[in-house]
C-alpha cells in the first residue's frame, strides 16, 4: 500500500505531498491542475521512461519519492535487499519501503530503492508486484487480443500459471532443437562441401608432416651445409694450431708444455711461479680438449655437404608451400591442420546429430501437443466463469443487458502461449450477435468492462494497489454512480486511487484529495487538500455544476454523498 507521494517541480506542480492510505482516495482538480501529475509522478516510480519534457519550467530537476507499506517478509523485501536497499519497521509484520525518481533536464535519470540508488530496472521489477496502473490507453490496450490473453490468464490463476510454465519450458526446447536440425538439412550440401575441402588440406598438410621449430631448425642446417667448406678450413687450421699434427713446426700445445716445464724448474725457488706453472698446465689440458672436440667436428662433417643442402633445400620448399597456402607463419599451418581436424569430426556426425534430433523434435511435439491442448482446456474452463462474473458486474454498472463473451479458439499455430486465440466480445443485449470489443464497444463501455473485469480478477490476483486514471471518461450519470460503487467494492481488498472529473465517483472515496492550481498557474505544496466536511462537499459542487457553492450543485453533492455512506460495502 502507497502512505505518501511527494512530488516536486513535475509538470504544473512545483511541490506536492499527497497522503493515501488504504481503501478508495479519489483524486480531483480543475482541468490542467496537474491531477495526472500524480500518475505520470507513480508511473516514474515504477521504472517508467523518464521524460525531460515533465520537469516544471524554469527547473534543472524534477524528482518523486514515495512511502510505501509492505509485508516484512515476502519477494519485495527481498528484493530490495539484493538491490542493497533496506526497509524500515512498520508495525508487526510490515515494513516500510522509499523509492525515489529523479529526473535532470539533460534527461539523467536516477532511482534509489530503500535509501540505496539502483538500476531503474529494479523499481520496474518492484512495480510489477506492487501497483497496477490504468488509464484511458488500457481501454486501447483492452481491444487487443494479447491485452485479453492476460487478463484471462491472470483470472486463471496458478494451474494455469504452473501448467504455462512446463508448456513454456518444452516449447523453447522444441524450438531449438527444431532450428538446429533445420539448419544442418537446410546447409547440409555445403556443410559436405566443406568437409571435402577440409580433407584435401588436411590430406596436403599431413602428406607435409611439418613439426614444431623444424622450419627453423632447417634455416640452421642450410646455413651449415651451404659455408661447409669454409667450416671445414676453419676447424682443421684452428685444430692444426693448437696441436699439429701434418706439420713440423712448433704448435700451441708445445709451446704451452715447453713454458710449464721452464716454470717448474724453478718453482723450488718461488712459490709463485709454481702456480702459474700449473695454471699454464691447465690450460694445457683445455687446449687438448679444444683440439679433441675440433677433431670430432671435422669427423662429423658431412662427407657429400653437396647432398645433403639439396635435402635440406628440397623440405624446406615443401614447406614454403604450405606457408604461402595456409601461413603466414608456421604456427598458422599447424594451426589450420588441428582445427581442420576438430571441424571435420563435426561435420562428419552431421547425419548422427540430425537423426538425434529429428527423435527428440518428434516427442517434444508430441509433448507440446498434448500441454497445448491442456492449457486450451483450462483456459477455456477459466473464460466461462470469468465471462459470467464480469457480465454480472456490468449488470451493476448500468449494462443490465450487456453479457460479455470470450471465445478460447484452438488455432494450428503454435505460440509461446500456446495455440489459443482469444477474443473478448461483448453482446450488448439478448438477440443481439456478440461483437469484438474492438468494434463493438464505445469508451464509456470498455471503461466499465475494464473495471468489471479487474474487480473480478483481484478476488482470484489480488494485487496491493490499483490505479485508475480518469477511467470513468464517457461515462456519466447512473453508470457513473456504479463505477464509484465499484471502486469502493475494490477497495474493499486492495488499495485504490482514482484520478476523476465525476462526482459520481468521488462520491465513494474515504479519502478525497484536491489538487488545486494557484494564481501563476502552478501547483504548491498548500495546494493538494485532504478534503473533509464542508470542503469536500463544495468539491463536489464544482465537479457536478461547474459552481463551488451552486445551491442545486451542493445539494446533489450532499445527496451523493448520503448515497455513498449508506452503501454497505463502504470503506472507512
Not at 205 to 233: C, H, K, M
Not at 471 to 477: L, T
Not at 543 to 572: C, F, I, K, N
Amino acid at each position: 500500500m502507497i502512505e505518501e507521494i511527494g512530488i516536486r517541480d513535475l509538470g504544473v506542480i512545483a511541490e506536492a505531498a499527497l497522503p493515501l492510505g488504504g481503501g478508495f482516495t479519489a483524486i480531483t482538480g480543475e482541468t490542467g491542475a496537474g491531477k495526472t501529475m500524480v500518475v505520470t509522478a507513480l508511473g516514474l516510480l515504477l521504472g517508467g521512461r523518464a521524460d525531460s519534457g515533465v520537469i516544471r519550467q524554469g527547473s534543472g530537476q524534477a524528482s518523486v519519492d514515495g512511502r510505501w507499506v509492505i509485508p516484512a517478509d515476502g519477494a519485495v523485501a527481498d528484493r530490495v535487499a539484493e538491490a542493497g536497499g533496506g526497509v524500515d519497521p512498520f508495525g508487526e509484520g510490515q515494513a516500510e519501503l522509499t523509492l525515489g525518481r529523479s529526473v535532470s533536464a539533460e534527461g539523467r535519470s536516477r532511482a534509489q530503492v530503500g535509501g540505496r540508488s539502483a538500476p531503474v530496472g529494479v523499481l520496474s521489477e518492484l512495480g510489477e508486484q506492487l501497483v497496477v496502473v490504468h488509464g484511458q490507453s488500457d481501454q486501447i490496450r483492452l481491444r487487443s487480443q494479447t491485452a485479453q490473453r492476460d487478463a484471462l490468464d491472470r483470472f486463471a490463476g496458478t494451474e494455469l500459471a504452473a501448467l504455462l510454465v512446463d508448456y513454456r519450458t518444452v516449447y523453447s526446447r522444441y524450438l531449438e532443437n527444431t532450428t538446429e536440425r533445420d539448419t544442418l538439412v537446410r546447409e547440409r550440401d555445403a556443410r559436405s562441401a566443406e568437409a571435402t575441402e577440409l580433407r584435401e588440406i588436411i590430406a596436403e598438410i599431413d602428406a607435409v608432416a611439418p613439426q614444431p621449430g623444424e622450419d627453423d631448425e632447417l634455416a640452421v642446417r642450410a646455413e651449415r651445409l651451404t659455408n661447409l667448406e669454409e667450416l671445414r678450413l676453419a676447424a682443421a687450421s684452428a685444430r692444426e694450431a693448437i696441436s699439429a699434427e701434418e706439420s713440423e713446426g712448433p704448435d700451441v700445445a708445445m709451446l704451452l708444455d715447453s713454458a710449464r716445464r721452464q716454470l717448474e724448474r724453478v718453482s723450488a725457488y718461488d712459490a709463485e711461479l709454481g702456480t702459474l706453472a700449473e695454471q699454464v698446465a691447465n690450460v694445457s689440458y683445455q687446449l687438448s680438449e679444444v683440439a679433441l672436440e675440433l677433431s670430432r667436428y671435422l669427423a662429423g662433417l658431412d662427407a657429400d655437404g653437396a647432398r645433403e643442402l639439396e635435402i635440406v633445400q628440397d623440405r624446406r620448399a615443401e614447406l614454403s608451400v604450405l606457408l604461402r597456402k595456409y601461413g603466414p607463419t608456421f604456427e598458422d599451418v599447424l594451426a589450420t591442420q588441428e582445427n581442420g581436424n576438430k571441424r571435420l569430426l563435426e561435420l562428419d556426425s552431421d547425419s548422427d546429430r540430425i537423426d538425434e534430433l529429428t527423435a527428440i523434435v518428434e516427442a517434444d511435439a508430441t509433448l507440446v501437443d498434448t500441454l497445448a491442448a491442456r492449457v486450451t482446456e483450462v483456459r477455456r474452463e477459466a473464460a466461462s466463469r470469468l465471462a459470467t462474473a464480469v457480465s454480472d458486474e456490468l449488470s451493476a454498472l448500468a449494462m443490465p443487458d450487456a453479457t460479455l463473451v470470450i471465445d478460447v479458439t484452438d488455432s494450428d499455430e503454435l505460440t509461446f502461449s500456446g495455440r489459443d486465440t482469444i477474443s473478448f466480445l461483448l453482446k450488448p443485449h439478448a438477440g443481439a450477435e456478440p461483437r469484438a470489443l474492438a468494434k463493438g464497444a464505445s469508451g464509456g463501455e470498455l471503461s466499465r468492462v475494464m473495471l468489471a473485469i479487474e474487480v473480478v480478477i483481484a478476488g482470484s490476483d489480488p494485487v496491493p494497489t490499483f490505479v485508475f486514471d480518469e477511467v470513468d471518461s464517457g461515462v456519466g450519470g447512473a453508470a457513473a454512480i456504479e463505477i464509484g460503487r465499484r471502486l469502493a467494492k475494490l477497495a474493499e481488498t486492495a488499495q485504490v486511487i482514482a484520478v476523476t472529473h465525476l462526482a459520481q465517483v468521488a462520491a465513494f472515496a474515504n479519502n478525497h484529495l484536491a489538487v488545486v492550481k494557484d494564481s501563476d498557474g502552478t501547483v504548491t505544496a498548500s495546494s493538494v487538500r485532504q478534503l473533509t466536511g464542508d470542503e469536500r462537499v463544495a468539491e463536489m459542487a464544482r465537479l457536478l455544476s461547474g459552481l463551488a457553492d451552486s445551491e442545486s450543485g451542493l445539494a446533489h453533492a450532499e445527496e451523493l454523498l448520503t448515497l455513498a455512506r449508506s452503501a454497505t460495502h463502504m470503506v472507512g
